[in-house]
């Protein structure tokens, strides 16, 4: 015999207060602690038929905010339509200090500096866009602070330059450094990725997406470029086997190399394994050097 589970249609589709769920006799304790919901944290539950997403777990930290606090980060980011976050990532919280709160599955940074010119209103609160990227900035890891920066910056929320008051007012952190580091023309992650890797390896910064051109024509963009060496590196994430593209792949990188360019290739193993980054670096220093 099939099951049917009892689902109140306001309560799907959306997360919701366990407590105020039972205390408007929509479900009972029961029901509560039943197959047909799922607890995101204490007291927030949702349907669990949804899927879960980053999004979703946002919204369920909303409803649990004490005053004062905001979603801010990768979080806020989210909110605003910004692809960032993972489904097991915790959600980005900004409290003010002396203010308690404490929820399994929230990453809860304590400030004493969280002006009301910060947040944007709505429900639930969340930081304004310069203040959102100064938190991923202020990321402990440098470069995926940067492939998150970038992806901020390429959406315009914000704005690049609306963060040089931020630059100007805290030169020497962390945060600072990152907002350098980032480039909007950056086109994935993976790409910014590697792009920082290699800055940080001690080479100059590459341009991010370089138009090629020979004699005026179009030859082709490369992911990252020095042109005055006329040295390019395309990151392969996936390798083309379809015929067609393959012969695209060739016809290009022949084009690259009749215009005076030396492309070199970097992987995702290459990124991942210091001692293949090594030998990838060893060949952009005699590309540029030699």
Known sequence: ???HHYRPAELCGRPFLGSDAVRRGLLT???LRGPTWRRLFQDVYVDAALGDSHLLRCRGAGLVLPDGAALTGRSAACLDGVPLGEPDDPVHVL???GTRFRRTGCRIVRTKWLPDWHLSAGTPP???PARTAWEIASEADLVEAIAALDVLFRARKPRRDLMDPWLATFPDTPGARALVLSDARAESPQESRA???ITLAGFPP???QYEVRRNGRFVARVDLAWPEAK???EYDGVWHAEAQQLFRDRARLDGLVDAG???LHLTSPDLKHPRRFDVFCARLRRALYS
Do not use: G, Y
Request: proline content about 12%; glycine content about 0%.
């Open 231 to 233: 040295v390019a590196v």
């Open 126 to 128: 969340v930081t304004k």
């Open 261 to 263: 360019w030396r492309v």
């Open 206 to 208: 590459p341009v991010p």
């Open 95 to 97: 409290v003010p200090l």
């Open 29 to 31: 304790r029961s029901q």
């Open 1 to 3: 015999m099939t099951r």
């Open 195 to 197: 792009r920082v890797r």
